[in-house]
């Protein structure tokens, strides 16, 4: 037994097969190691079930008492769920369990039973036990055990003392020897440990201090050593009633439910019986179905009205109805697995997951709801109305953090299911109903997904719709209402880069994690591994990835032991070519077939030689099959993983710390992980989100400090200006900005751009500055930061000059490259300051434009280039600039030509009714004043175009996001446990 989790299983299969008729006579041996406090209370349970074999006729067992040789990893373990660490806290804690147990076991009657396997190398400890034996006189019930190779001269006199010692080590073939390496490096790491004895062993004769140190350790166990029971570390029951007191203070992850306990393991095991018959949430599911125009009209203007007194409640008031809901989904963590399993497929250990971080979505929310209001320099204006609008793949998680995001920032909610997933939608909300949440304000409609869906969606009453699907489906929703305020996480096609530095074993695990955990049913599944230089020759790795998947039970998941469950409907389009068929090239390495004749069961598949540029290389496909591409280095596995139109999740797999560093600094994604798995973002601890057509609209990562900003309208903060001239406290860069254009700013405008550039320092160095890791925990970094974005900055005719002013030294502040397009002139001294060599922010067009040549431009998908016709070049700007007194006048009679005819004069292929496929890519435009409505009109609603059109602020924390991307970096820092310095160490 060499972890917890295998503790009580290992013992129940020891005994199992010892119990057939056949192996009655057979003495057989188990390990029980004392660094867990459960290890007194099995060898008891151990001797009472031998006393009972050998009553029978049969052979007594062997028991071997180690210390215990996997403590780091079970740290490691104890802090990413959030569970009691399973060992003692202390080694002389553990020193005193294992004279605790020998103590014990060296009686008459027990050892007749039970022959103990002294096993360890500190000599006081043998010395100890072998003096015990002797006077318990059961020396002929006793092994001493060494590890061979470990301490010969120590062996020796033992050896010699107590007439006889057992070597034991690991035996493996001689092809699969580096299979042990990790095996030996953790014993290795053990015995140099400054607690282990070891370290000391060949100092102890010469060197008095080590042996005072070792004989102090000696005394303080045995001084501490009792004849008590000691309990488990973990005790979590998830049959018993949840404690449901008040929340702590301060976030904190929820904890997954322990599968290593008995009474854990007994409670799901009634869940997915259960979950063959459910019908949960049916009754619910009928109530909300709407089936006519009239009715969804009275639902949608119910809500709104609900939102909008929901609305006027300070943040603190919709913190608490959220800490209330969050009671509930912990207090029915049991109904919503059990719905999940019986319509989603979900297997127990998809589902439990699942349900905390629906949990933690609600605790997390919460305290960000209540910082809304500390916002400085603006005024949040909730919106009315939200859809929400989640996939079925994640049928708990992304309703709820939908709903609930919704609910914190004073929004009503309409939660509109996905078909396949509707009744655990009713679940979710009759607990928030139950929770506190009036109905008025959370509506759960169920209806036809043609017309009144879109009748839904596109109704002007609706202020956001928070979407989790296909980009294909937030294209159709744009194409409804192009001015729909849509924030939507879309599709992912997800890449694991494999290096020669990388450790295989741990590859292959995480790799086989990441792409067929929900049975590739998730748009964050890695569905393409990348496998660098000498890494695509190894027999070894195809051998280890191939045993793996082919490992994997497939089931229904009413079956306990189901790893992988059913897809959900059976597979057509591009699923089932990439099921079924091969491109040229390609072969299959295991070739995915379908288990029943349901056509959802299916086995998972793997297919090699995928090449740049092919279907499979671009293409989402949401399924079990994973694809193997082979690169010549590191930039060029980077150059292909970036190649998609998608930028969700990466991974890595290198245990070089250059080759992280040029990596994390080049991926394109939202959401990295290196050494780890791809999949399962916790909220607050790694925030879920991606760059390029993986997200779209103005919104912010799901589960991270962002989301409810982003939902949010804001607004002015107006006041009086203060009197002061002073530039104290703004940053270098606004200064230069300040002072370029403070001839053609009133006092009041020089005030609003001078506070607003100090907020931007102070929510730099607060919030967006360097990286963040909140959770902190010493066995995986997971760092949040943000990178630079471009964005287009439009002044219109009605904006202000001073809000551009103020936006462009927040551009700087952030390092965002920038297009300024105006309608207005600018000031000269402006444009010198940004077109001079030393700019403080990069611009890379300037163009002086009227509202019809803008939405020109952007119908003709020419925002991001240059534009067709000249307005005068850098060298008149500048010449123009000398000669004006305070105003750049550009000769507005050249622009205004440019009109649709002369683009198409220009260029006859020009489309102007909306941009065509790939005209954008994830393009930002900040307004300023104008239309927003006619620009999305303009653009078509594309998705892949985000407009920020709200008032400009005062606040850096709010006017700094556009020019920001967000990337969550999650790397596992130890090494078997042990946490590795060059990975604390490592500038992410």
């Known amino acids: 037994m060499e972890e917890y989790h295998d503790l009580d299983l290992t013992i129940d299969v020891f005994t199992r097969i010892l119990d057939t008729p056949s192996m009655l006579k057979l003495e057989a041996g188990i390990v029980l190691q004392a660094y867990l406090p459960d290890a007194l209370g099995a060898l008891q349970l151990l001797t009472e079930w031998s006393r009972a074999r050998v009553a029978r006729g049969g052979a007594p067992i062997k028991v071997r008492v180690v210390k215990g040789a996997n403590l780091a990893m079970e740290r490691v373990d104890a802090s990413l769920h959030g569970w009691p660490l399973a060992t003692w806290s202390s080694k002389v804690e553990t020193d005193t369990n294992y004279k605790r147990m020998l103590n014990w076991a060296l009686t008459l009657d027990n050892a007749a039973v039970v022959k103990i396997g002294i096993a360890g190398h500190n000599l006081f400890d043998v010395a100890y036990a072998w003096n015990l034996a002797k006077r318990r006189m059961v020396t002929g019930r006793v092994d001493f055990e060494m590890l061979l190779g470990m301490a010969t001269a120590q062996a020796a006199a033992v ?13 493996v073939h001689p092809h699969e020897f580096d299979s042990a390496i990790s095996y030996l490096v953790r014993r290795l790491e053990e015995n140099a440990s400054s607690e282990n004895f070891l370290s000391g062993a060949f100092d102890l004769a010469t060197d008095p201090e080590v042996f005072d140190r070792e004989k102090s350790r000696f005394l303080a166990s045995l001084a501490a050593l009792d004849d008590r029971v000691p309990r488990p570390n973990r005790r979590q029951d998830r049959s018993r009633r949840l404690d449901l007191g008040a929340p702590t203070a301060g976030f904190v992850n929820a904890s997954d439910t322990d599968p290593s ?22 009754e619910t599911i009928d109530e909300a179905w709407v089936d006519d125009p009239g009715r969804l009209e009275e639902v949608v203007a119910g809500v709104a009205a609900a939102g909008v007194a929901w609305g006027r ?15 509930g989904l912990a ?52 919106p009315r109305l939200t859809v929400v609008a989640p996939p079925w793949n994640f049928p708990v998680s992304i309703p709820v953090g939908g709903v609930l995001a919704a609910l914190a920032v004073g929004s009503g909610v309409i939660l509109k299911p996905a078909p396949q997933a509707h009744r655990s939608a009713a679940v979710i909300a009759e607990i928030l109903w139950k929770s506190g949440v009036p109905k008025s304000l959370l509506a759960l409609v169920d209806l036809d997904e043609g017309s009144l869906g879109r009748d839904l969606i596109a109704h002007p009453a609706v202020d956001r719709v928070i979407l989790t699907g296909s980009y294909d489906t937030a294209a159709l929703f744009r194409s409804w209402r192009p001015d729909l305020p849509l924030h939507a996480e879309t599709s992912g096609k997800n890449a694991i880069v494999v290096t020669p530095s990388a450790d295989l074993d741990l590859a292959v695990a995480d790799i086989v994690q990441s792409a067929f955990g929900h049975a590739g049913q998730k748009c964050s599944a890695a569905s393409l591994v990348i496998l660098v230089g000498s890494v695509a020759e190894s027999a070894r790795f195809r051998r280890q990835l191939v045993d793996a998947v082919s490992s994997l039970r497939v089931g229904y998941p009413d079956v306990p032991t189901t790893r992988m469950g059913p897809l959900i409907d059976p597979p057509t389009g591009k699923l089932e070519r990439g099921l079924r068929t091969l491109a040229d090239g390609e072969s299959w390495l295991l070739k995915p077939a379908a288990l029943d004749d349901t056509d959802v069961l299916w086995s998972p598949g793997i297919r090699d030689g995928v090449t740049p540029g092919s279907e499979f290389h671009l293409t989402e496909y949401f399924g079990p099959v994973l694809g193997i591409m082979h690169a010549s280095s590191l930039s060029e596995a980077i150059e292909w993983q970036n190649a998609v139109d998608y930028g969700l999740t990466a991974g890595l797999h290198a245990l070089d710390v250059d080759e992280i560093a040029t990596w994390s600094d080049a991926v394109q994604a939202g959401n990295l992980y290196v050494n780890r798995t791809t999949t399962g973002a916790i909220v607050q601890r790694q925030p879920f989100g991606g760059w390029k057509r993986s997200t779209v609209g103005t919104g912010a990562k799901a589960g991270g400090p962002n989301q409810l900003v982003g939902l949010t309208t804001w607004r002015r903060n107006n006041h009086e200006p203060t009197s002061s001239l002073s530039l104290h406290g703004v940053p270098d860069v606004g200064v230069r900005v300040i002072e370029a254009t403070r001839s053609v700013l009133s006092f009041g405008e020089f ?26 925990l010493e066995s995986e970094r997971n760092v949040f930061r943000y ?14 000059m001073a809000d551009l002013v103020r936006l462009v030294a927040a551009a700087a502040v952030a390092g965002a490259p920038l297009s300024i397009s105006s309608a207005l002139p600018l000031p000269a001294t402006l444009v010198q300051l940004l077109r001079g060599a030393d700019s403080p922010v990069r611009v890379d067009e300037i163009t ?12 003709a998908g020419l925002l991001q280039g240059q534009v067709s016709a000249p307005v005068e070049d850098d060298l008149a700007l500048i010449e123009r600039a000398t000669r004006d007194s305070g105003l750049l006048q550009l000769g507005l009679q050249n622009t205004v030509a440019l009109d649709r005819a002369a683009l198409l004069e220009a260029d006859p292929t020009t489309r102007l009714d909306g941009p065509g496929p790939g005209v954008y ?27 920020y059109a709200d008032e400009v602020t005062e606040s850096g924390r709010i006017e700094l996001l556009p020019f920001l991307h967000e990337q969550a970096v999650s790397l596992t820092a130890h090494r078997f446990g042990n946490p590795v310095a060059e990975l604390a160490a490592l500038r992410l």
């Open 921 to 947: 890519r994830g393009l930002r435009v900040r307004l300023i004043g104008g239309d927003p409505a006619a620009l999305a009109r303009a653009v078509a609603g594309s998705p892949d175009v985000a407009i």
């Open 848 to 859: 002086i434009e009227n509202e019809g040549l803008w939405l020109a431009r952007a119908s």
């Open 331 to 382: 207090a029915h963590r049991a109904e919503l697995i059990e719905v999940m399993a019986s319509e989603t497929g979900k297997t127990i250990a998809e589902g439990d997951p699942e349900v905390s971080e629906a949990i933690d979505f609600a605790f997390y929310y919460a305290e960000q709801a209540r910082a809304l209001d500390r916002v400085e320099g603006a005024v949040a204006v909730p």
């Open 787 to 800: 990178r630079p974005h471009p964005v287009i900055l439009r002044l219109s005719t009605d904006g202000r």
């Open 261 to 282: 306990l008995e009474a854990n393991r007994t409670w799901g095991r009634k869940i997915l019986r259960r979950s063959a018959t459910s019908e949960l949430g049916i």
């Open 159 to 171: 050896r010699a003392d107590v007439g006889q010692l057992l070597l034991y080590t690991p035996v």
């Open 751 to 776: 005030d609003f751009v001078r506070s607003g550039s100090a907020s931007d320092l102070r929510a730099w160095q607060d919030d967006y500055a360097g990286s963040r890791d909140p959770s902190a």
């Open 313 to 327: 409640e300070d943040g603190a008031t919709r913190a608490e109805l959220l800490d209330l809901v969050g009671q």
